[in-house]
């Protein structure tokens, strides 16, 4: 049930821009995307409801294929402070599961000078 | 955003004492808290959710008599890992969901001797 998120790892240089995917292959409620620095906890960035929407925080926005069963998390113009490692959590069932994410592996995002 | 605060940060202990990590919501009511156990560079594992004033729930190869949690109040939730022995030793994570995202503490890294 862990989600699949791809790549890995991607290398930047500033303002530089990059795709991060998670895809489920059950039925999604929900997407929530975290970025994590090294040695220190995730930090919440969004959560993407069910109905397919699309939202955006500053240069960092993303979109929920319900269909699809999948969310990309988009990072425009990348800045050095968005290094770090970043998960989506996904949370199947229809919101009756207390908010219970499974996280996938992680996507490990440098940018460099 | 909300602030959720973990306490000790670091911990050393000897092989078969107890320690205990308190995690609070400081500035909301969280219904619901999730304890996580992160190996390094690894995925969060969820180990169990805890809802206030009910017994946890534990996911599967969790065991529920080594790490014991307690969620006595809407702002407060502790584990407790029993009997701690060297493979315990990882880097321990609380989040506190009130409406659905998931805020989480910085973290307790416990080291067993």
């Known amino acids: 049930q862990q989600p699949v998120q791809s790549p890995q790892a991607v290398i930047l240089r500033e303002g530089e821009d990059a795709v991060i995917n998670c895809s489920s292959s059950k039925a999604l409620y929900s997407v929530h995307w975290y970025r994590q620095k090294h040695g220190e906890a995730p930090v919440f960035l969004m959560i993407l409801l069910k109905g397919g929407e699309q939202k955006g925080h500053e240069k960092i926005s993303a979109s929920f294929n319900e269909k699809k069963q999948q969310s990309s998390l988009y990072l425009t113009a990348s800045q050095l402070s968005y290094s770090g490692t970043y998960f989506c959590g996904t949370e199947i069932g229809g919101g009756g599961s207390n908010y219970k994410l499974t996280f996938g592996k992680g996507t490990l995002l440098t940018v460099n000078p | 955003g909300a602030v959720v605060s973990q306490h000790p940060s670091r911990v050393i202990c000897k092989s078969g004492t107890s320690v205990k990590i308190e995690c609070r919501s400081l500035?909301?009511?969280?219904?619901?808290m999730f304890w996580y156990r992160q190996f390094p560079k690894k995925s969060l594992m969820l180990m169990a959710t805890?809802?206030?004033?009910?017994?946890?729930?534990?996911e599967q190869g969790v065991e529920k008599d080594k790490f014991l949690i307690n969620h006595a109040s809407l702002t407060l939730s502790t584990l407790t890992v029993t009997s701690a022995h060297p493979e315990d030793s990882s880097f321990y994570i609380c989040?506190?969901?009130?409406?659905?995202?998931?805020?989480f503490g910085p973290g307790t890294r416990l080291t067993v001797t």
């Open positions: 500035d909301f009511q969280a219904t619901t």
């Open positions: 989040s506190a969901s009130g409406k659905g995202e998931q805020y």
């Open positions: 805890s809802n206030e004033g009910s017994k946890a729930t534990y």
